[in-house]
């Protein structure tokens, strides 16, 4: 588990580069060929599960944003294209994570996502912010605004 670093791979020559953390956001660029990286290709929500929660969503540098549905859950099928769209238009600033609550009952319960779909927003390790019900698209945007113009 690394805690301070993350890997950025170079879209150019391939290379994984090694980049404490904290140096994320000073514009990281490639060791070898010099080509400024991005943080990470987020064109669709990353999968989130009990076992990978800790590292994508409290070990991220930037702030994450969790859908947690159920296949059964109507409502939350409603939701899931926001979320994709979500995770395109802010790929790189917030990552788009989902938990299936049914298979992952462990994270479910700590953050208590009794009802769904739940929106659950991480900064820094920590919960910020917390969306219950399908809301729509710029209501989520909204609070995604808002936890943005804060860091
Ligand atoms: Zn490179």
């Not at 000073?26 to 060929?33: E, S, T, V, Y």
């Not at 409603?78 to 049914?102: C, F, H, T």
């Amino acid at each position: 588990m690394e805690h301070g670093h993350t890997i950025l791979r170079c879209s150019n020559c391939g290379t994984k580069n090694r980049i404490p953390v904290k140096k994320l956001h000073d514009g990281p660029i490639c060791g070898k060929c010099r080509t400024p990286l991005v943080i990470e290709d987020f064109d669709s929500p990353v999968t989130v599960t009990d076992g990978t929660f800790q590292r994508e969503v409290l070990f991220s540098p930037i702030p994450v944003l969790v859908d947690c549905w159920a296949p059964w859950c109507g409502p939350c099928q409603m939701v899931a294209p926001i979320i994709e769209q979500l995770a395109s238009d802010y790929g790189g600033r917030i990552k788009i994570a989902k938990l299936n609550v049914d298979d992952n009952p462990l994270t479910a319960s700590q953050f208590n996502t009794r009802s769904i779909p739940t929106l659950l927003v991480f900064k820094n390790g920590k919960l910020v912010n917390r969306l219950v019900g399908a809301l729509p698209k710029a209501a989520i945007e909204q609070h995604l605004m808002s936890i943005l113009d804060k860091s």
